[in-house]
């Protein structure tokens, strides 16, 4: 099984604030109403979203007074949620420790630290555009105001997004199973049954060969019932009868 645990990909996500001038209602409705898929052309996705203020706070960048400002402005602030696209690379992988833990491997490709900072230019455009004075951003220094709008090039760049320097979250962990034709590239074949061993099947977001690009629970909703479709018409006509 040269291919268990390969695969791995997981949306490196980061949560983003615009400071408004009043009050806004984010609170309100649906958090993930609308969305902005610019994964084919930029490796990103961006949605709405809202989070409570312990999960915002551990998601800025940084310490002291310029995040203590955004954190006062709770009841001002519009959220975007962006997720970077990553695609499944040689290294990224689900191994297993010496007590047989779990263990994930993952480094960020030069290709999610672009997505990461062209989904971020593209989140403070839209906070602008809908209003907001300052945003809190991966950027050096974090805040940028409205001034700075026609220099977002140089304001956030890939350099910013280092391990140690910004709070990335995943929350759409996929792969490490990936269906396809043979133990040479895949785990499972396109039922969810493990090469050499029919009777055992995956039927998760691990069966994923590469990233979704989109949030990935109704597809995986969909190969779960896929597995479940297959089972049933073995037990209606068992494989060895
Ligand atoms: C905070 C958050 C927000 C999300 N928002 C979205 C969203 O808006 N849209 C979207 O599409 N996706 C979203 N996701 C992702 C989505 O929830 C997951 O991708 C999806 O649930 C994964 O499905 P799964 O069946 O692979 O695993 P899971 O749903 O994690 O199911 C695994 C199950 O296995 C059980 N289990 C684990 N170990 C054992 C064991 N040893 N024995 C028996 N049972 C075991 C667990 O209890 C669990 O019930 C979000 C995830 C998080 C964490």
């Excluded at 609308?34 to 949605?47: K, M, P, Q, S, W």
């Excluded at 350099?159 to 990936?178: E, K, N």
């Excluded at 074949?189 to 009777?199: E, T």
């Amino acid at each position: 099984m040269p291919q268990l645990g390969h695969g791995f990909t997981c949306h490196p996500a980061l949560v983003l604030v615009g400071e408004h001038p009043r009050d806004i209602t984010n609170d309100v409705g649906h958090p993930k109403s609308y969305f902005v898929d610019r994964a084919a052309e930029d490796g990103f996705v961006l949605e709405t979203c809202m989070y409570f203020p312990f999960v915002t706070a551990k998601s800025l960048t940084g310490f002291g007074a310029s995040h203590s400002a955004m954190m006062r402005a709770f009841p001002r602030l519009q959220m975007i949620l962006l997720l970077a696209c990553d695609r499944a690379v040689p290294g990224n992988r689900v191994g297993v420790d010496r007590a047989g833990r779990p263990v994930v491997h993952y480094r960020f490709t030069p290709e999610t630290l672009k997505a990461l900072a062209r989904g971020t230019r593209a989140a403070v455009r839209i906070f602008f555009a809908a209003g907001a004075r300052r945003v809190h951003v991966p950027a050096d220094p974090p805040l940028i105001t409205a001034s700075e709008a026609d220099r977002l090039d140089a304001r956030v760049a890939a350099r910013h997004f280092l391990p140690g320097r910004v709070s990335i979250s995943a929350a759409h962990l996929m792969g490490g199973c990936g269906m396809g034709g043979s133990t040479a590239d895949s785990v499972t074949d396109a039922w969810g049954r493990v090469h050499g061993l029919p009777w055992l099947r995956v039927a998760d977001a691990s069966l994923f060969p590469d990233s979704l690009e989109i949030n990935p629970y109704l597809t995986i909703m969909a190969l779960a019932d896929r597995v479940a479709e297959c089972v049933r018409a073995e037990v209606r006509e068992p494989v060895n009868a």
